[in-house]
């Protein structure tokens, strides 16, 4: 980091100011009553008397001053003749001054004072007036800018000089309060800018803070009061928010910082670069002092910024990508079925036995705008479809779907949004869910890892289920409405080119939706229109009765669907929700026959059941039922009872007990009961 940035900007306006104001705290508190009495008693005197010396200091010509070194003082704008900078001794002559009259006592005393002024009239008559009426072309000086500068030694005090006004040299003038703070060997103290001397304002400007007593969080008994001041009336940078605060117990952006070092650096190149009387060689000296003072610190300093720059370019060097993000879920599920009115163990009607079966999903989230999403999963499991076994969809668990071991590529899509839309595009994996918000009307989320146990409780099977994988989607904004509009391509015919195949031969979804989301309340009003080939027909996505699958058996089928999905939280602990779902199926070859099916379910959350976290979960439905066909229908109906406990463990790992049953097995009372029991435990990381 540049040496001279860090001593320009952050240095010395905040160090100067921080140590005006712990001076000026401790010598307040040193000052005894029988000073302020001694003072009130030799005030007048003593006013007049210096009056008269400065009058007659600043009448005197130039050429008159003795020789010096070149000094500029601060505010000054024209260099003056500057006389050695006074000892200790001397200052407290000058405060032993007795109250005398005679130019002889004037003179000597003169003698030990040196101002910091500039070029005076001949006269003490003249010094009322304007430099510009002497025939100079500089202003005349402020009542600020005369300073007495006294060598730093011990502990710093206060000291009392009267400054020069517009006003006859017998009128008692004012006192300024110099508070010497700085480390020996430094210089004089810099004292702020007289109002007068700053630029004037504009009008209309008056969210500008221009005082430090604008800002209504900083008084004046606050530490930082006067290094504030000095930051604000004089150099014009670190002035606060446009509310009138300065929020001093505030942590500090990288931005806001950055903003404040900038503003100063502007304000104080400016100063140096300009040909008024606002920065002068002492400050410049005094910079430098700063400087090798803090020399130590600010290696140091340096030496952790070189450090962490070091480790930033290491961890740079090796990470996995600047652009992508790995988060993973491994699911472990112990799980097991039983027949009957209630669980037997020894029913020798179950034909399941206990299985302990895994999930592992790898993530790749990557970005390139910081806006834009494209999604690469991977996964592999091992978790067994019970449909297979118990002879119904019904049964099935959320995450089954990988069953062979085997690591396989199961989403890549890519989202990204231009104005108020936002875009979906994917070869595999897209879904109906993803592109309709289902999460979002959803009570447990669309988690299949952390959410309900069953399949049929995860989202409405008519609208949200169906042909998908690739294809594309639109979803546009309007406040807490939303238009979506998409289509998808079954990922097993997309990518073939045979005839009757591919994007718009093969099985396909086209959804139609619109949604409000807003804090208490989401609904999403839901149509699809599926197409299913002969041979790759499933209405349902694998839930409900194998009827309600396949209506028309294998023949080429197309539905329209219609869905209504709710959740409702009236607080952030209960949330209450559900969905209903009907469709109309045609089948378009061999006979032109047509079936209704419908389904439903209503859910329930508690979260933070017990502990933070935590989540006890309800489900009660009927899953997918033909309730008219032209050719067969469910006489009876199904019912899907649901209910689970997740524990969370910390931020990455679950535990989740549950149990389901199905009442009537495919809307058929004459089918016993199936329970199933599921123990899962999910880890993310």
Not at 259 to 269: E, P, Y
Not at 545 to 560: C, E, H, I, K, V
Not at 632 to 642: P, V
Not at 651 to 656: G, L
């Amino acid at each position: 980091m540049n040496r001279t940035f860090w001593n320009l900007v952050l240095v010395s306006p905040a160090i100067l100011g921080l140590s005006s104001v712990m001076s000026a705290t401790a010598i307040a508190a040193e000052v005894t009553a029988t000073a302020e009495a001694n003072q009130l008693a030799t005030a007048q005197s003593s006013e007049s008397k210096i009056a008269e010396i400065v009058g007659e200091i600043v009448a005197e010509p130039v050429a008159a001053a003795p020789a010096a070194p070149e000094n500029l003082a601060l505010n000054s704008s024209v260099e003056a003749a500057q006389t050695p900078v006074v000892s200790e001794a001397d200052a407290e002559k000058l405060a032993s001054i007795e109250p005398e009259t005679s130019e002889a006592a004037l003179q000597t005393t003169g003698s030990d004072i040196e101002l910091a002024a500039p070029i005076a009239p001949t006269s003490a008559a003249a010094a009322t007036e304007p430099l510009a009426a002497a025939g100079t072309a500089e202003s005349s000086p402020q009542a600020s800018d005369l300073a007495e500068q006294i060598s730093q030694t011990d502990a710093p005090g206060k000291i009392e000089v009267p400054a020069v006004a517009s006003t006859p040299a017998t009128t008692p003038a004012t006192k300024v309060e110099i508070a010497q703070t700085v480390p020996g060997g430094m210089g004089g103290p810099i004292v702020p800018v007289a109002p007068q001397a700053l630029p004037a304002q504009p009008s209309g400007t008056m969210s500008q803070v221009t005082s430090v007593t604008q800002l209504s969080d900083v008084r004046p008994t606050d530490w930082a009061f006067q290094a504030l001041q000095s930051l604000v009336e004089r150099y014009s940078c670190i002035v606060g928010y446009p509310d009138g605060t300065f929020r001093g117990n505030r942590a500090l952006t990288r931005y806001e910082f950055a903003a404040g070092v900038n503003a100063c650096l502007d304000q104080i190149t400016q100063l140096i670069g300009s040909t008024g009387n606002l920065v002068t060689r002492d400050d410049l000296a005094i910079l430098q002092r700063l400087q090798e003072e803090f020399a130590a610190e600010l290696a140091t300093l340096r030496g952790r910024v070189d450090g962490l720059e070091a480790r930033t370019a290491e961890l740079e060097a090796n990470q996995f990508s600047t652009t992508t993000k790995l988060l993973g879920e491994a699911v472990f599920a112990v799980t097991d079925t039983f027949v009957g009115e209630g669980i037997r163990l020894d029913d020798d009607d179950d034909k399941t036995v206990t299985d302990f079966s895994y999930r592992v999903r790898l993530n790749l989230l990557t970005s390139f705008t910081g806006r834009d999403l494209l999604r690469t999963r991977l996964q592999a499991g091992n978790v067994p479809n019970y449909s297979a076994i118990t002879g119904t969809n019904m049964t099935r668990v959320a995450q089954d779907g990988a069953e062979n071991n085997n690591f396989t590529l199961d989403e890549v899509w890519y989202r990204f949004p231009l104005g108020n839309a936002t875009f979906f595009v994917g070869p595999r994996g897209l879904d109906l869910n993803e592109i309709g918000d289902a999460p979002a009307t959803s009570t447990f989320g669309d988690a299949t890892g952390n959410g309900t146990l069953s399949r049929f409780g995860v989202r409405n099977p008519a609208v949200h289920r169906g042909p998908q994988g690739a294809g594309a989607s639109m979803s546009y904004n309007l406040g807490n409405f939303r238009a979506t509009a998409g289509y998808l391509a079954s990922e097993g015919d997309a990518p073939n080119p045979a005839n009757g195949r591919g994007v718009f031969d093969g099985s396909f979804s086209a959804l139609g939706q619109i949604g409000f989301f807003s804090n208490p309340f989401n609904l999403s009003l839901t149509y699809t229109h599926k197409y299913n080939r002969a041979g790759d027909v499933g209405l349902m996505g694998g839930t409900g009765s194998s009827l309600a699958n396949r209506p028309f058996g294998q023949a080429p089928t197309q539905a329209d669907n219609y869905g209504v999905q709710v959740n409702f939280k009236p607080s952030s602990r209960f949330h209450i929700g559900g969905w209903y779902g009907y469709t109309k199926a045609e089948q378009l070859r061999g006979g032109g026959n047509d079936a209704t099916i419908q389904n439903g379910a209503i859910t329930l959350a508690l979260r933070d059941f017990g502990r933070q976290g935590n989540l006890l979960g309800f489900v009660f439905g009927v899953p997918p039922k033909v309730t008219e066909s032209d050719v067969a229908r469910n006489r009876n109906t199904s019912y899907h009872l649901e209910g689970f406990y997740r524990f969370q463990v910390n931020d990455f790992v679950s535990v989740t007990p549950g149990v389901y049953v199905i009442l009537n097995p495919e809307h058929n009372n004459r089918n016993d009961d199936i329970w199933v029991g599921l123990l899962r435990t999910t880890f993310s990381f």
